[in-house]
Structures are given as structure tokens and as C-alpha cells.
């Protein structure tokens, strides 16, 4: 039996993160993407294997928000992300169930990793 890993301080950030999450989504066992949710408002998730742990990384992050405003409330102006690219750049942190040695107190999941994937934007 493979010990877990301890949760990772020293170089969360670390490129080889990115490069392995990389070939995890050419694999297809790391499932990334943009989700337009009603309201305009833009959801990132990961789903799979974490390039470090290998648990589920369950990530979500939404991306703009509907903002009250003299247009007549909520979802009429939306707060997006600069840059309307074809692919944009998502930041995913391990946010797994898996027990990490080590884990600050007060963080209740993930390793401790972030990586970046390029998805398609909706």
C-alpha cells in the first residue's frame, strides 16, 4: 500500500503540476471546462485525478457574477473575465477528500497543489 502524500508547502505552485495535469486531460482521466450557468454567470471545473495525489480534485470556481444595477436588478450586467480569448486559463487547486499528513489546521481538503489548464471558453 502507497502512503499518502503529505500535504505539499514547499512549492505548491510548481510547473510540474501543470505539465502532469497536461498530460492527465490528453489521457482523459482530468476533465476541465467552462460552464455558462443561467444568469450569464461562468462557472470553471475540474474534475479527476489531481497531478499530485491522484484523488478527485472536485474543483469549482465561478468565474463573474450578475451585479444589481439600474438595468433592473440581478443578471442584466455581468462581471467577466478580461480578454475575450478563445481558451482561457484556469487556476485549479487540489480540492480533494483524501487525508494529507500535514494539512494546515482549518483547511479541510486537497494536497495542497495548484495547477493551470487551458479549456475552451462557452
Known amino acids: 500500500m502507497t502512503a499518502l502524500p503529505n500535504y505539499e508547502t514547499d512549492n505548491p505552485s510548481a510547473y ?6 497536461f498530460d492527465l486531460l490528453v489521457a482523459t482521466k482530468l476533465r476541465a471546462s467552462i ?12 474534475r479527476g485525478d489531481c497531478p499530485r495525489c491522484e484523488h478527485d480534485v472536485d474543483f469549482s470556481q465561478q468565474l463573474s457574477a450578475p451585479l444589481p444595477g439600474k438595468s433592473g436588478g440581478l443578471g442584466r450586467s455581468i462581471i467577466t473575465l478580461p480578454a475575450p480569448a478563445e ?8 480540492d480533494c477528500n483524501g487525508s494529507h499528513p500535514g494539512r494546515p489546521e ?7 497543489v495548484i495547477f493551470s ?5 462557452p
Open 16 to 21: 510540474e503540476w501543470t505539465d502532469k495535469a
Open 35 to 46: 460552464v455558462k450557468r443561467p444568469g450569464g454567470v461562468h462557472v470553471a471545473e475540474a
Open 87 to 94: 481558451y482561457a486559463i484556469i487556476d485549479v487547486r487540489c
Open 106 to 112: 482549518g483547511v479541510h481538503r486537497g494536497c495542497g
Open 117 to 121: 489548464v487551458e479549456v475552451l471558453r
